[in-house]
C-alpha cells in the first residue's frame, strides 16, 4: 500500500512511512495544543522536497523508497488568505523552510463564497469591486459546497489537499449548509478519496465541537488524531493521540504506544517523546 509522508519524521518512521494513500484524516485539536501547527509542517514538508531537497534532507533526513511524495500541495481556507496563512506559518517554523517550501504550496481563497452573505463587509474579504448590476442580485454566486466541491475535484487526485477548517463549515453563514450537513459532506470527501489516492487532511478546533457533532466528524473520517495539553506539576506539554486510524492504529499499537509527546520546534510540529504501556 501506497504511504504518503505526513513530514514529521517520528511519525512518519512509526507507521511505515506515513498515512495509507486515499485518506481523510481530521485534525482535532484543543487551541493551542499542535493541531494547527500539525498541519502547516505536513503543507510546507511535503511542499518542500522538491523545492529544496537539500533543504528537506536536512531537517527530515531521507524518505524510505516505498512512500510517494504527493506531486502537489492545496491548502483551502475559508476565512484567510494566502499572505496571512504565510505569516502564520513563520510563527510556527524557521522562516528559511517556509521561504523555501511556500510556493510549493497552492493556496485556495473561499473567502468570497463563505462570507457573502454574511454581515462581515465586502471590502474586507475581496479585491473586487462592486458593480451595479450585482447589487442585491448576488451576482454570479457559487455556493461554499459548489465551491469546495469544485476545488477538490479538480485538484485533489493524487495530491496532499488540506481543509482549513471544518469547523468553519459547520458555522456557516446563510443556508448553504446546515450543521447535519457536515458529517455527510466529510464522508462524501472520505469516499472520493479512496478514489483520488492522495490524502486530505481536515482540520477543526475540538473546542468549538459538542460531543456528538465531533464524534459524527471522527466516524465520517478514516482517521482521527487528537492534540491536547496536558498539566503535570508546574508545567504544561502538548501530546498527541491517534484516536483511530484504518491501516495505522494497528501499528502503533504493535509498538505499546498509548500517547506522543510533541512540542514546537524550527521544523515546526514534532514529536519528543513516545508513551508506551508499561
Same mark, same amino acid.
Not at 518512521?13 to 487551541?31: F, H, K, N, Q, R
Not at 503543507?43 to 522536497?49: D, I, R
Not at 442580485?137 to 476545488?151: C, E, F, I, M, Y
Not at 486530505?200 to 495539553?229: M, P, Y
Given at each position: ?119 462581515v463587509p465586502r471590502a474586507w474579504y475581496t479585491e473586487r469591486a462592486n458593480l451595479i448590476s450585482e447589487l442585491g442580485t448576488g451576482g454570479d454566486r457559487k455556493s461554499v459546497p459548489a ?15 488540506i481543509l482549513d477548517s471544518i469547523a468553519d463549515l459547520i458555522d456557516s453563514p446563510g443556508d448553504d449548509l446546515t450543521g447535519e450537513d457536515v458529517p455527510v459532506l466529510l464522508k462524501g ?31 465520517? #473520517?478514516?482517521?482521527?488524531?487528537? !492534540? =491536547?495539553? *496536558?498539566? +503535570? ?7 498527541? %493521540?491517534? /484516536? ?9 499499537? #504493535?509498538?505499546?504506544?498509548?500517547? !506522543? =509527546?510533541? *512540542?514546537? +520546534? ?7 517523546? %513516545?508513551? /508506551?504501556?508499561?
Amino acid at each position: 500500500m501506497d504511504r504518503i509522508p505526513f513530514g514529521i519524521r517520528r511519525l512518519d518512521t512509526t507507521i511505515d512511512g506515513g498515512a495509507p494513500a486515499g485518506s481523510v484524516v481530521l485534525l482535532s485539536g484543543e487551541a493551542g495544543a499542535g493541531a494547527r501547527e500539525f498541519v502547516y509542517t505536513t503543507a510546507l514538508m511535503n511542499g518542500l522536497v522538491e523545492r529544496d531537497p537539500e533543504l528537506f534532507e536536512l531537517y527530515y533526513g531521507s524518505l524510505p523508497e516505498d512512500v510517494r511524495v504527493p506531486p502537489e500541495v492545496h491548502y483551502l481556507s475559508f476565512t484567510a488568505e494566502k499572505r496571512q496563512l504565510r505569516s502564520e506559518m513563520t510563527l510556527a517554523m524557521d522562516e528559511e523552510i517556509v521561504d523555501a517550501a511556500i510556493d510549493g504550496v497552492t493556496f485556495h481563497d473561499l473567502s468570497a463564497e463563505y462570507f457573502h452573505l454574511s454581515p462581515v463587509p465586502r471590502a474586507w474579504y475581496t479585491e473586487r469591486a462592486n458593480l451595479i448590476s450585482e447589487l442585491g442580485t448576488g451576482g454570479d454566486r457559487k455556493s461554499v459546497p459548489a465551491a469546495l466541491g469544485d476545488t477538490l475535484t479538480e485538484h485533489a487526485p493524487g495530491n496532499l489537499v488540506i481543509l482549513d477548517s471544518i469547523a468553519d463549515l459547520i458555522d456557516s453563514p446563510g443556508d448553504d449548509l446546515t450543521g447535519e450537513d457536515v458529517p455527510v459532506l466529510l464522508k462524501g470527501i472520505s469516499r472520493a478519496a479512496a478514489e483520488w489516492g492522495g490524502m486530505v487532511l481536515v482540520h477543526v478546533n475540538r473546542e468549538s465541537l459538542d460531543e456528538q457533532r465531533h464524534g459524527q466528524l471522527v466516524d465520517a #473520517a478514516d482517521g482521527t488524531l487528537l !492534540f =491536547e495539553w *496536558e498539566s +503535570g506539576g508546574s508545567a504544561r506539554g502538548r501530546t498527541m %493521540v491517534v /484516536k483511530q486510524f484504518r491501516g495505522v492504529l494497528s501499528r502503533i499499537e #504493535a509498538e505499546d504506544i498509548v500517547r !506522543f =509527546e510533541t *512540542e514546537i +520546534g524550527d521544523a515546526g510540529f514534532d514529536i519528543s517523546d %513516545v508513551r /508506551k504501556i508499561r
